[in-house]
């Protein structure tokens, strides 16, 4: 199993989409309901996009879009699309490769693998489906995790600075700075 772990490398999304709280842990009949709506207003506006399917998880709400390409942000906003931007620093990737239908079992392989490795994943997963082709063994689906960064990396990051987690990502306090706490009320 090829499963690629990365560390300090950016991987940021704006996907314009829309978002749902699952019923009865109903993933994929929501996912489809989000997909159909999403796809209904990309053609409907002749939106550029990249003809990929992005299906975000957390926890009990599943979020899925699309990436668009050359637009400006009003655009599809006004179209009634929501927009989504994410991304990591650090995550485990792994390229599933056969029928969506066991993509399910290929998810749960990657999972046990890094729990054997000691990596732990945060909140927020992501399945990409590449284009569709008509032969299920030519499908292509990447599945991200996001991890926490390993021990190892945490150490080399610090190296005599203070390093403090927001949102899951380390931040180096380089030495004579000092870090103030912000709370925002909603």
């Known amino acids: 199993m090829d499963i690629q772990i990365v560390e300090n490398k950016v991987h940021r999304l704006k996907l314009y ?3 749902a709280e699952v019923e009865n842990n109903d993933f994929t009949g929501t996912g ?4 159909n709506k999403t796809w209904q207003i990309v053609k409907a506006n002749n939106l550029r996009n990249k003809g990929l399917n992005y299906w975000v998880y957390s926890k009990d709400t599943l979020f899925v ?6 637009v400006d942000l009003y655009t599809p906003i006004a179209a009634g699309l929501q927009l989504m931007t994410m991304g990591f620093n650090f995550y485990a990737y792994y390229k599933h490769r056969g ?16 729990k054997k490795r000691k990596i732990k ?3 927020q997963y992501i399945e990409i489906y590449g284009h569709h082709n ?6 292509e689906t990447e599945l991200i995790w996001g991890i926490r960064p ?12 203070e390093v403090i987690e927001f949102n899951d990502e380390p931040i180096v306090i380089p ?12």
């Open 32 to 35: 489809f309901s989000l997909m």
């Open 175 to 186: 030495e004579g700075c000092v870090v103030a706490d912000i709370v925002l009320n909603k």
């Open 65 to 70: 879009g699309v990436e668009l390409e050359d």
């Open 17 to 19: 989409g829309f978002s």
């Open 150 to 161: 390993s021990k190892e990396f945490m150490e080399r990051l610090a190296d005599g600075n």
């Open 134 to 139: 008509p032969d299920e063994t030519k499908l």
């Open 99 to 114: 029928p969506y239908n066991a993509i399910k079992a290929a998810g749960e392989m990657v999972l046990a693998e890094l």
């Open 121 to 123: 994943i945060t909140a």
